[in-house]
Protein backbone atom coordinates (compact mmCIF):
# COMPACT_ATOMS: atom_id res chain seq x y z
CA UNK A 1 0.00 0.00 0.00
CA UNK A 2 0.96 3.28 -0.34
CA UNK A 3 0.07 6.27 2.19
CA UNK A 4 -0.48 9.98 1.18
CA UNK A 5 -0.61 13.06 3.31
CA UNK A 6 -1.42 15.88 2.23
CA UNK A 7 -0.40 19.62 3.60
CA UNK A 8 0.10 23.36 2.87
CA UNK A 9 -3.89 24.02 3.00
CA UNK A 10 -4.98 27.33 4.20
CA UNK A 11 -6.70 30.42 3.86
CA UNK A 12 -5.49 32.96 1.47
CA UNK A 13 -6.89 36.19 -0.35
CA UNK A 14 -7.81 36.13 -3.78
CA UNK A 15 -4.56 36.75 -5.75
CA UNK A 16 -2.67 35.67 -3.68
CA UNK A 17 -0.38 31.86 -3.38
CA UNK A 18 -0.05 28.65 -1.63
CA UNK A 19 1.87 25.22 -2.58
CA UNK A 20 0.73 21.86 -1.23
CA UNK A 21 2.68 19.44 -0.80
CA UNK A 22 1.77 15.57 -0.49
CA UNK A 23 4.39 12.98 1.33
CA UNK A 24 4.80 9.42 -0.04
CA UNK A 25 5.39 6.32 1.78
CA UNK A 26 4.60 2.59 2.10
CA UNK A 27 5.40 0.53 -0.93
CA UNK A 28 6.64 3.80 -2.65
CA UNK A 29 9.13 1.57 -5.39
CA UNK A 30 6.20 1.34 -7.70
CA UNK A 31 4.99 4.70 -7.41
CA UNK A 32 2.94 5.63 -10.61
CA UNK A 33 1.41 8.82 -12.52
CA UNK A 34 0.30 11.21 -9.30
CA UNK A 35 -2.06 14.27 -9.44
CA UNK A 36 -4.11 16.58 -7.38
CA UNK A 37 -7.97 16.46 -7.73
CA UNK A 38 -10.23 19.14 -5.82
CA UNK A 39 -14.04 19.03 -4.57
CA UNK A 40 -15.41 22.08 -4.10
CA UNK A 41 -18.67 22.67 -1.87
CA UNK A 42 -21.39 21.08 -3.55
CA UNK A 43 -19.37 19.53 -7.00
CA UNK A 44 -17.90 16.51 -7.86
CA UNK A 45 -14.32 15.68 -7.25
CA UNK A 46 -12.49 16.92 -10.40
CA UNK A 47 -8.81 16.61 -11.90
CA UNK A 48 -6.46 19.53 -11.37
CA UNK A 49 -3.05 18.39 -12.12
CA UNK A 50 -1.12 14.89 -12.95
CA UNK A 51 3.19 14.38 -13.60
CA UNK A 52 3.92 11.24 -14.76
CA UNK A 53 6.71 8.68 -13.93
CA UNK A 54 8.69 10.58 -16.52
CA UNK A 55 7.94 14.27 -15.29
CA UNK A 56 5.23 14.98 -18.13
CA UNK A 57 2.31 17.29 -16.69
CA UNK A 58 -0.85 17.07 -17.78
CA UNK A 59 -3.50 20.06 -16.18
CA UNK A 60 -7.11 20.74 -16.33
CA UNK A 61 -7.97 24.19 -17.99
CA UNK A 62 -8.80 26.07 -15.29
CA UNK A 63 -5.21 25.07 -13.96
CA UNK A 64 -3.13 26.00 -16.74
CA UNK A 65 -0.92 28.91 -16.96
CA UNK A 66 -1.77 29.58 -12.65
CA UNK A 67 -0.74 25.77 -11.13
CA UNK A 68 2.39 24.04 -11.34
CA UNK A 69 2.62 20.44 -10.39
CA UNK A 70 6.40 19.01 -9.44
CA UNK A 71 8.00 16.31 -7.61
CA UNK A 72 11.00 15.54 -5.66
CA UNK A 73 11.16 11.50 -6.67
CA UNK A 74 13.91 11.16 -4.24
CA UNK A 75 11.92 12.75 -1.04
CA UNK A 76 8.58 11.04 -2.79
CA UNK A 77 7.19 14.42 -2.26
CA UNK A 78 4.68 16.15 -4.75
CA UNK A 79 3.72 19.44 -4.69
CA UNK A 80 1.16 21.86 -6.32
CA UNK A 81 2.46 25.42 -6.60
CA UNK A 82 -1.12 28.05 -7.12
CA UNK A 83 -0.51 31.61 -7.81
CA UNK A 84 -3.45 34.01 -8.56
CA UNK A 85 -5.85 32.23 -6.49
CA UNK A 86 -9.39 33.17 -7.05
CA UNK A 87 -12.61 32.56 -4.59
CA UNK A 88 -13.74 29.28 -6.72
CA UNK A 89 -10.76 27.76 -6.16
CA UNK A 90 -11.87 27.17 -2.65
CA UNK A 91 -12.02 23.44 -2.30
CA UNK A 92 -10.78 20.08 -0.55
CA UNK A 93 -7.41 19.30 -2.17
CA UNK A 94 -6.55 16.03 -2.58
CA UNK A 95 -3.23 14.23 -3.57
CA UNK A 96 -3.85 10.60 -5.71
CA UNK A 97 -1.52 7.93 -7.04
CA UNK A 98 -2.67 6.21 -10.38
CA UNK A 99 -2.77 2.47 -11.53
CA UNK A 100 -1.02 3.40 -14.11
CA UNK A 101 2.57 5.06 -15.28
CA UNK A 102 1.51 7.32 -17.94
CA UNK A 103 -1.67 9.95 -17.48
CA UNK A 104 -4.68 8.26 -18.89
CA UNK A 105 -7.69 10.87 -17.70
CA UNK A 106 -9.61 12.10 -14.73
CA UNK A 107 -11.30 9.51 -13.71
CA UNK A 108 -10.55 9.10 -10.05
CA UNK A 109 -11.36 5.65 -10.86
CA UNK A 110 -8.14 5.54 -12.05
CA UNK A 111 -6.49 6.34 -8.92
CA UNK A 112 -6.04 4.02 -6.55
CA UNK A 113 -4.56 5.69 -3.49
CA UNK A 114 -5.76 9.03 -1.67
CA UNK A 115 -4.84 11.41 1.09
CA UNK A 116 -7.10 12.84 3.23
CA UNK A 117 -7.60 16.15 1.37
CA UNK A 118 -6.14 19.34 2.85
CA UNK A 119 -8.69 22.66 2.27
CA UNK A 120 -7.87 25.44 0.68
CA UNK A 121 -10.11 28.95 1.33
CA UNK A 122 -10.00 31.92 -0.88
CA UNK A 123 -11.39 34.67 0.59
Known amino acids: DVQLVESGGGSVQPGGSLRLSCQASGNTQSLRCMGWFRQRPGKEREGVAAIDKNGKTNYAAFAEGRFTISKDSANKIMYLQMNTLKSEDTAIYYC??????????????????WGQGTQVTVS
Open 96 to 113: AVASTFYFMGWAPGDFAY
